[in-house]
């Protein structure tokens, strides 16, 4: 039997318009949490951006949904060079998904931008599964920045302060698994208006493959669900076990998303 959710001529997605109205409240949340604590949410052309100078990662610099002509996409993409360089990113991001149109693959590579990253984003609807993990607190501040330091490349001092923050917000949650005196791993996550993200998951090498991950993301999605969240949504690499990880963990496909990225080096004060 057809799944009428299901778009028959990929089944492991959405169809069209379920997978845009789905990206749509996804994309405003990975926008509001972009913006904690100092950042601003808004438009740029015919783009949704949020631009935040304290945030060192890339979901707190980004555009999405792009929907207008070919010739407003192609204005707003030159337009998102300028607005990234201005908050100091060395590198302007799109994420594409259904809410962008479906030409941006040819406008962008006319603009000199290029899809860096091809992932998909998930819905949580398996069971929720109290296990393993606990909520984190100031204390687990310096472990999980150098986690996330090893994992990601950054600044483990400008990571702390920024955990720091999202720490304190409400719509923010941690949770971590201990292995002795350190943590092994932690999970973070943000909710707004009854849609849930899990954004990160990073355990420690030697702590891997032992189901401490499996623990985070179980522990993640039951505390997004307890400060009300409707409806929870990742991303993950496309393909790989990225993807069979977030299948064993209870998410099931909804719909593809490339990001796209242009160097805007020489445009940086």
């Not at 949410?41 to 949704?48: S, Y």
Request: net charge negative; charged share 25%.
């Amino acid at each position: 039997m057809v799944d009428p959710l299901r778009d028959p001529d990929d089944p492991e997605l959405l169809d069209p318009y379920r997978a845009r109205e789905l990206a749509g409240l996804v994309e405003a949340a990975r926008l509001a949490s972009g913006a904690v604590r100092y950042g601003k949410v808004g438009r740029v052309g015919c783009a949704q951006v949020v631009v935040n100078r304290d945030n060192p990662l890339p979901l707190g610099n980004h555009a999405c949904a792009l929907d207008g002509s070919s010739a407003e996409v192609a204005g707003t993409l030159m337009r998102l060079e300028q607005t990234f360089a201005d908050v100091g990113r060395a590198e302007a991001v799109v994420y594409a998904s259904p809410t962008t149109v479906a030409e941006i693959e040819g406008i962008a590579d006319d603009a000199g931008w290029y899809a860096v990253e091809e992932s998909l984003a998930v819905v949580h609807r398996g069971p929720v599964v109290q296990a393993g993990a606990r909520t984190a607190v100031d204390a687990d501040l310096d472990g999980m920045a150098g986690l996330l330091a090893d994992d990601l490349g950054a600044d483990p001092a400008r990571l702390v302060r920024h955990l720091g923050q999202r720490l304190d917000d409400p719509r923010c949650v941690f949770v971590v698994v201990d292995d002795g005196d350190r943590i092994g791993g932690f999970a973070a996550g943000f909710g707004e208006r009854g849609v849930g993200l899990v954004e990160h998951v990073v355990v420690r090498p030697a702590r891997r493959r032992r189901g401490v991950g499996s623990a985070l993301v179980n522990g993640a999605v039951a505390a997004l669900r307890d400060s009300g969240a409707l409806l929870v949504a990742s991303h993950v690499a496309e393909g790989g076990a990225g993807e069979r990880f977030a299948e064993a963990c209870g998410f099931a496909g909804g719909y593809p998303v490339t990001a796209y990225a242009r160097r805007v080096d020489e445009l940086l004060d």
